[in-house]
């Protein structure tokens, strides 16, 4: 039996490591608030606790994460009110001080499947973000093998022509859409892709590797099918790559159930030849670090996660890192 308690900060304080490249600026580009979700909440304090913990992180972006919704008014507008929680926590970081993480972005949800009627929301968003507002997320992530991945989207999203012209949208009002799918609906998000050529989007957790159920045990070939996918989608201008996410439970590496968290040397074999090939697809400078926190804390800690990135790259120019960990980030959320 474990000493502590997988995810607490016990169990992730086991591990504990010298920062590597301190000095280094961080736009941390995916993280989550939340309140009443029947787990433990996740607020500023806690967020600063993570940011604030050796890394330079200078800047974040809030990505939804279907909390505080209204409970009163039109059920397509119940979604603004998590923006609205977003940019009252957004505004008290601003006044944290000098080495506190500012929440300069909010990525809020919306139903595409609203098609142009989405507009009446997003604009509803930008009103409440008072300046801060940059796109959308309406996750994709289906699998009908998995109980919980049945109940995370309908199916077969990105084939819906609503939600593609919900997608259009948003590239119409220069706004972004966030994408979250499994590796097996790479094909169709990349038909999506390129039917909404004028809307940028960007691709979270690498598409998620499942390794999980059925997936289990064949991490090699699930790589070979994600490997050549993602050298397809890496040829679309409009899609970017957030570069993270791999430690959730659904991608199987099984940290969350150990006795102790995994060393940022651990990540680093476990995931490099994503990263890398990633990087490689993309390029620098359509690539951003992220922590996917406190999704991911239940598996690691952000002063591990960061270090992991930072030796993934250590042999990359000084240009090409500060594109990874800030500029691409800074560029594509306006921040």
């Known amino acids: 039996m474990a000493k502590y308690t997988p995810g607490t900060q016990e169990w992730l304080d086991q591990v504990t490591e010298e920062i590597i490249e301190p000095d ?6 995916h993280h989550h608030l939340w309140y009443g979700k029947g787990v433990p909440d996740y607020l500023l304090e806690d967020l600063w606790s993570d940011t604030g913990s050796g890394h330079r992180v200078e800047k974040t972006v809030f990505v939804e994460t279907d909390t505080c919704y209204r409970d009163t008014g039109p059920a397509h507008l119940a979604c603004v009110g998590e923006t ?7 505004e008290e970081s601003e006044n944290g001080g000098a080495g506190k993480s500012v929440i300069s972005a909010i990525v809020g949800h919306a139903d595409l499947l609203l098609a142009e009627g989405v507009e009446e929301v997003v604009q509803e968003h930008i009103a409440a973000a008072r300046g801060r507002f940059r796109g959308i997320r309406h996750i994709a992530s289906r699998d009908s093998n998995l109980e919980a991945a049945k109940r995370w989207a309908t199916e077969d999203l990105y084939k819906n022509e609503k939600y593609r012209q919900g997608a259009r949208t948003l590239g119409k009002l220069g706004l972004t859409q966030d994408c979250w799918h499994l590796h097996h609906q790479n094909r169709s998000f990349l038909s999506m892709a390129r039917a909404v050529e004028g809307t940028t989007i960007i691709l979270n957790h690498f598409a998620s590797p499942v390794g999980i159920g059925p997936y289990a045990g064949h991490q090699d070939e699930i790589f070979a099918e994600w490997r050549r996918d993602i050298s397809e989608i890496a040829k679309c201008p409009n899609v970017v790559a957030k570069l993270g996410g791999l430690a959730m439970p659904v991608n199987g590496v099984g940290w969350s159930e150990r006795e102790t968290p995994p060393t940022s040397d651990e990540v680093v074999e476990t995931h490099r030849r994503y990263y890398l090939h990633a990087i490689e697809s993309f390029g620098p400078e359509r690539c ?3 922590s996917n926190f406190p999704v991911e804390k239940a ?12 030796k993934m790259v250590l042999d990359f120019s000084e240009d090409e890192k500060d594109l990874l960990f800030y500029r691409t980030a800074e560029r594509v959320y306006r921040v």
């Not at 609205?84 to 957004?90: K, L, N, T």
Request: charged letters at 20%.
């Open 24 to 29: 280094r600026r961080i736009i941390d580009p």
């Open 84 to 90: 609205e929680f977003a940019v009252q926590v957004a």
């Open 288 to 290: 951003m670090f992220e």
């Open 299 to 310: 598996s690691v800690s952000y002063v591990i996660i960061w270090n992991a990135y930072k």
